[in-house]
């Protein structure tokens, strides 16, 4: 069975700090990773997502995330915040080609200080 | 290339009326997924439709159900509405399962907003 554990549900950070947005999943086969991203009062958007090809894979608005199988860990970073990162963030999980089988997190909010 | 639709936008009901929302996929996609986002509840998969047939509900009463058309487009219906079901309605589309290559995400539109009084 897969899971998705997005650890910290709102996560604070100041205006062109690191900003780092845990996620860990539990898969037993490889798996297919995304991270979504939610505005107020919009849908979710695709930032990024892992595929198996690089472990290393780079998103919209200057998010990247690492894909470790030792760690079953897919965090999304950034380098500099912006104030306009200010959004909750989701990650999920799916095994294969189905997209029907995706698995989503709980959500992480992300709030920037200014 | 149009994204996903849904309408309306905001929708107001009152205890024990019914909604209906309305979804239209990206064209090319035949799967419709449907979500609940109460404040504070994240993401709950309500519904997913493909090839007109109901492939899977998540934890919802019989009260929430919908259906696909031929064009692939959906609606969601919540009946004897509950102050509960006040929440931000996700539809989501992506291509028929296993084709398109790993990972096919799902496609998400705005959002319909229930307000239930």
């Known amino acids: 069975a897969q899971s998705v554990t997005q650890l910290g549900s709102h996560v604070s950070v100041s205006e062109g700090a690191l900003v780092l947005l845990r996620c860990n999943y539990s898969?037993?086969?490889?798996?297919?990773l995304f991270w979504y991203v939610q505005y107020p009062n919009q849908g979710l958007q695709l930032l990024l997502k892992?595929?198996?090809?690089?472990?290393l894979v780079k998103g919209i608005n200057g998010f990247e995330a690492e894909f470790k199988k030792s760690e079953t860990s897919f965090h999304l970073t950034k380098p500099s915040a912006h104030m306009s990162d200010a959004a909750e963030y989701f990650c999920?999980?799916?095994?294969?080609?189905?997209?029907?089988?995706?698995?989503f997190g709980s959500g992480t909010r992300l709030s920037i200080r200014p | 290339e149009a994204g996903v639709t849904q309408s309306p936008t905001h929708l107001i009901k009152t205890r024990g009326q019914q909604a209906t929302l309305r979804c239209s996929p990206i064209?090319?996609?035949?799967?419709v997924y449907w979500y609940q986002q109460a404040l504070g509840l994240g993401l709950q998969f309500l519904l997913w439709y493909d090839e007109g047939e109901e492939r899977n509900r998540g934890n919802f009463p019989p009260r929430f159900s919908g259906r696909q058309f031929p064009n692939y487009s959906s609606e969601l219906n919540v009946n004897a509405l509950e102050l509960e079901d006040s929440a931000l309605y996700l539809c989501?589309?992506?291509?028929?399962?296993?084709?398109?290559?790993?990972?096919?995400?799902?496609?998400f539109g705005p959002g319909t907003r229930l307000t239930v009084l």
């Open positions: 989501a589309s992506s291509t028929t399962k296993g084709t398109g290559g790993p990972g096919n995400e799902q496609f």
């Open positions: 064209s090319g996609h035949t799967s």
């Open positions: 898969s037993s086969v490889p798996p297919y």
């Open positions: 892992y595929t198996s090809a690089a472990t």
């Open positions: 999920a999980v799916t095994h294969g080609s189905s997209a029907s089988k995706i698995i």
